[in-house]
Every structure is written in structure tokens, then in C-alpha cells.
């Protein structure tokens, strides 16, 4: 990928969002200018768009603040929770949103999330050295022959080569991290209450990836896509380094 194309990817959805704010934003005030110019105005008439502008100002004011947070921890807590929630269950659908109307690519936006989401974590995480580290893995990365079923312990993988397993098992025991194989979003979830890791290092594909930040949003977790592609369309395994660098970044 060329560097303009990576840049792009990783703005494009703090850019969709500003937008879709901005566009929001435009059209209330058109509308509420022009209500309000009406003579005989009814009180709950009234009552009703100052509520809803002091939620659109609420929603800009919580987007600063996330923005924020890619470069600076959120102190207070209970603020960085309702940051995380607004950033899944509201941004990322006004993303979305746009990128649909805009006949714009799904995938690029989920990647561009990805990296955004990855960016608040590592400054969340920044200076706090982790003991109880989870990487999360996809069944897919083992292969489909192998008599060894690998689901919560990796340390059972035989080492045979045929797979990535093999090469994150000997990752995760130097630097002394536990390691599962997420089989579906039930059992991950139950995974991650089990072992209540205090930060997640994920490994799927971008759709999947999405998926799990939202499920485990009160998590930090960071994303690690195992989808990368040649110039002839075919797709790779997982570059293994990805996954040590964010290990790294957390111990």
C-alpha cells in the first residue's frame, strides 16, 4: 500500500464522522432557525428543539473528546467509558451511514476504524505495563487436517509448520502472555470473563474484528487484521510481527 493510501485509510473515519456532524449540524440549524422564525410557536415545540440541540452539542462535544483521547489518556474513568460507547454505538454508525450514502467502501471505513480504535488504546495504555495480557486468535489460522484441536490452550499445538499456530505458541510463551483460539462470539465472550485480561490483542478478519471491539468494548482491546492481500488478490497469513509489536506495546 502507498503511503498516500495508508494515510488516507487511517483518516477516513475521524473524517466521516466529522463530516456527518458537520452535515447534522447544518441541517438542524436550518431547520431550527426556520421553526423558530414562525410567530406563534408552541411552548413543547420550543421545549423539544432545545432539547435536541443540547444533545447535538453533547454528541459534537463527546466527538472532540474522543478525538482527544487518540493522543492524550482520558483520566476520569467513568469519561473514558462513555467515550468508548459513544464511539461504537454512535460515531461508527454515523460513519457507516455517510460511507453508504457516499457509495464509499465498507471495508476501508472498518480499517480505518480499526487503526482509530487501535490508536486510543495504545495511548490509554501508554506507560502501564500489563501482567494479564489475552491474544485472541482465529480458528482459521490453524489448518483444516490437523488432529490437534486447539480452543483455549495453544500450548497443546505439536509444532508441526503446517500452521501460524506453531509460531504464535513460541511468541506467547517468551513473552509470557496467555493465548486462545476464539471459536464464536459466545465463547469468546465467556473467554474473556473467565481469564479478565486487562488488555486484549485480537487477531481476525475486519468484519470479525468490529465485532469483537463492540462485544468487548469495556476492554481495551487491540485490533490485528489477518487479511492482507498481494498484488495478485491472494490472501496471506498473519504477519506475526503485528501481533508482537502489540504485545510489546503493552508489556
Not at 447544518?26 to 423558530?36: D, E, H, N, Q, T
Not at 464511539?87 to 460513519?95: K, Q, S, T
Not at 483460539?181 to 487477531?203: D, Q, S
Amino acid at each position: 500500500m502507498k503511503d498516500q493510501d495508508l494515510y488516507l485509510s487511517v483518516i477516513k473515519f475521524p473524517a466521516f464522522v466529522s463530516i456527518s456532524l458537520l452535515i447534522i449540524s447544518a441541517v438542524f440549524l436550518i431547520i431550527l432557525f426556520s421553526v423558530f422564525a414562525q410567530p406563534l410557536l408552541a411552548n413543547w415545540v420550543r421545549i423539544l428543539f432545545i432539547i435536541l440541540l443540547a444533545i447535538l452539542i453533547f454528541i459534537i462535544l463527546g466527538w472532540i473528546i474522543t478525538l482527544f483521547s487518540t493522543h492524550t489518556r482520558l483520566k476520569p474513568r467513568w469519561l473514558q467509558k462513555l467515550s468508548k460507547w459513544m464511539l461504537f454505538n454512535i460515531y461508527y454508525p454515523l460513519a457507516k451511514g455517510l460511507a453508504y450514502i457516499t457509495f464509499s467502501s465498507k471495508k476501508n471505513l472498518i480499517i480505518s476504524f480499526l487503526y482509530f480504535n487501535n490508536e486510543i488504546v495504545l495511548t490509554d495504555q501508554k506507560d502501564i505495563r500489563n501482567i494479564n495480557i489475552l491474544v485472541l486468535l482465529p480458528h482459521c489460522l490453524q489448518k483444516d487436517d490437523c488432529t490437534i484441536r486447539i480452543t483455549n490452550d495453544i500450548i497443546k499445538c505439536e509444532e508441526c509448520g503446517g500452521c501460524d499456530i506453531a509460531k504464535i505458541k513460541k511468541l506467547i510463551t517468551e513473552h509470557n502472555v496467555d493465548a486462545a483460539v476464539a471459536t464464536g462470539g459466545f465463547l469468546e465472550r465467556k473467554m474473556i470473563a473467565e481469564k479478565n485480561p486487562t488488555v486484549i490483542v485480537t487477531v481476525a478478519t475486519a468484519q470479525e474484528l468490529v465485532n469483537g471491539l463492540r462485544d468487548n468494548w469495556t476492554y481495551p482491546v487491540y485490533a490485528v487484521l489477518n487479511e492482507q492481500y498481494t498484488v495478485s488478490n491472494e490472501k496471506t497469513p498473519v504477519n506475526i510481527s503485528f501481533v508482537e509489536f502489540a504485545i510489546k506495546q503493552f508489556k
